[in-house]
């Protein structure tokens, strides 16, 4: 089954502790995106990669960090995470077809609370 | 002023209504656009593409005006299965690729 899996659903953790979320995808997609969601904002871009090894910022990557060392894994690094970083985020990745791209397909998300 | 605006609603609709969205985006190097549903807490999926000519899917009615730069969504013979978020999301290549998102606006239709 194609699927954008991310992995924990739901984690608690405490300031300043790093962590990872991870996200995976079985569709062979060029294009691989992180988003966070919250009420009243909409989804909110943080940082995409267009293809392995080229990563870039997007609209709120303040205290992210991403790699992208294979073509099917995008993981989302938080150092040192902060309370105002509790939040819904959410996983993407697309197909690139000359030159534009698919819709996204979305993981199921992670619920990050940060006390 | 956000790049993608929607109003937020909520919009409260009899079954059986017809009932309309518009989105606005502000940037004119915006190259493709999406209609996508997002049920509570869960992820957003793709509802529906929209092109220039207008497309229907349905129930479900888009249009483009590149001109205006806005999106509709139409919505007709609502259902229940039908309330939820709908998303107005606008792709641009100027400056890398981005997927800007609007805040949603929410439905929810009542038997």
């Known amino acids: 089954e194609a699927q954008v899996t991310q992995n924990p659903r739901y984690l608690i953790t405490v300031t300043g502790k790093k962590l990872t979320v991870t996200c995976s995808q079985n569709?062979?997609?060029?294009?691989m995106s992180w988003y966070r969601q919250d009420p009243g904002l909409g989804l909110r871009q943080i940082y995409y990669?267009?293809?392995?090894?080229?990563?870039d910022k997007g609209d709120v990557p303040e205290g992210y960090k991403v790699s992208r060392k294979e073509k099917r894994n995008f993981p989302l690094i938080l150092e040192s995470p902060s309370p105002n970083q509790t939040s819904l985020y959410f996983c993407?990745?697309?197909?690139?077809?000359?030159?534009?791209?698919?819709?996204?397909?979305f993981g199921n998300g992670t619920r990050l609370t940060v006390t | 002023r956000k790049e993608v605006e929607q109003d937020p609603g909520p919009f409260n609709v009899p079954e059986g209504a017809t009932v309309a969205f518009n989105c606005t985006y502000s940037?004119?190097?915006?190259?493709?656009f999406f209609w996508y549903r997002q049920d509570c807490r869960k992820e957003p999926k793709l509802l529906m593409s929209v092109y220039s000519s207008g497309n229907e899917d349905g129930r479900f009615t888009a249009q483009l005006n590149r001109a205006s730069q806005y999106i509709s969504l139409l919505i007709r013979d609502s259902k229940l299965s039908d309330s939820a978020t709908y998303l107005c999301v606008v792709n641009r290549g100027t400056g890398g690729f981005k997927t800007i998102f609007g805040a949603g606006t929410r439905l929810f239709v009542k038997a």
């Open positions: 569709m062979n997609h060029e294009y």
């Open positions: 940037n004119s190097a915006s190259q493709s």
């Open positions: 990669s267009m293809n392995v090894e080229v990563t």
């Open positions: 993407a990745s697309s197909l690139s077809v000359g030159g534009s791209y698919s819709p996204l397909h």
